[in-house]
């Protein structure tokens, strides 16, 4: 499955997305909150190696089972690129004011939800920068993101039902729940999740049948 167009050429790939929204403001159903940081998201690229190899601690990755050897994480990072390249996934380095090396990662790609075509979405933030509303703003500027480029399918995210962190996320992010669910993160691991869901695009509305009522 291939998705619509890349962010921008690849000889502009050091170029940033502006994700700054102002505080109270209403976007994807949610409320914007003021204590939310400004972020930026940037196109994964080659020196965002290190970025992931911050990423791979136990806390940040039990929701994939757990950290990877270095290999992995090499192969991880190679992976991210070459979706990019062929417009089959978009991962991207979060960064805020004073810290261009990036303070988490944030990103989405084609998704099977019961048969049907979807996107799913995931994203980590470093333990240090927590508390800062980075992880919702980052999503909301990645949502954005993916109705620049004509994305419509419906988002998906599910984080485990016993991590509220990653539930409040969500919810402030827009997203609607849709229940539980036993979903596989990869090949032999089962986690018991949440699944919440968000439109790039508004539902179109039935338009409502005018009934003639006879005069009296």
């Known amino acids: 499955m291939r998705l619509p167009l890349e962010f921008a050429p690849r000889s502009d790939r050091n170029r940033t997305l502006d994700a700054r929204v102002k505080p109270d403001a209403h976007v994807g159903g949610g409320w914007f909150d003021e204590r939310m940081t400004d972020v930026e998201l940037h196109p994964w690229a080659e020196d965002d190696l290190d970025l992931l190899r911050r990423a791979n601690t136990h806390e940040l990755m039990d929701q994939l089972g757990g950290p990877e050897n270095d ?22 380095r979060v960064t805020i004011p004073g810290h261009p090396e990036g303070v988490g990662i944030v990103g989405y790609w084609p998704h099977d939800w019961h048969g049907e075509p979807a996107l799913e979405s995931g994203w980590s933030i470093e333990s240090e920068y927590r508390g800062r509303g980075i992880a919702p703003a980052a999503v909301i500027a990645m949502l954005d993101a993916a109705r620049a480029v004509g994305a419509t399918l419906p988002v998906h995210a599910y984080p485990r039902v016993d991590n509220p962190a990653s539930n409040a996320v969500c919810r402030k992010a827009g997203f609607r729940l849709l229940g539980e669910e036993e979903f596989e993160v990869k090949p032999g691991v089962v986690l018991h999740t949440n699944d919440w869901v968000v439109d790039l695009v508004e539902p179109a509305v039935e338009p409502v049948e005018r009934v003639e009522f006879p005069r009296a």
Not at 83 to 91: I, K, N, V
């Open 71 to 92: 290999e992995q994480v090499q192969a991880r990072h190679e992976r991210y690129l070459r979706m990019w390249r062929e417009g089959t996934g978009w991962q991207f």
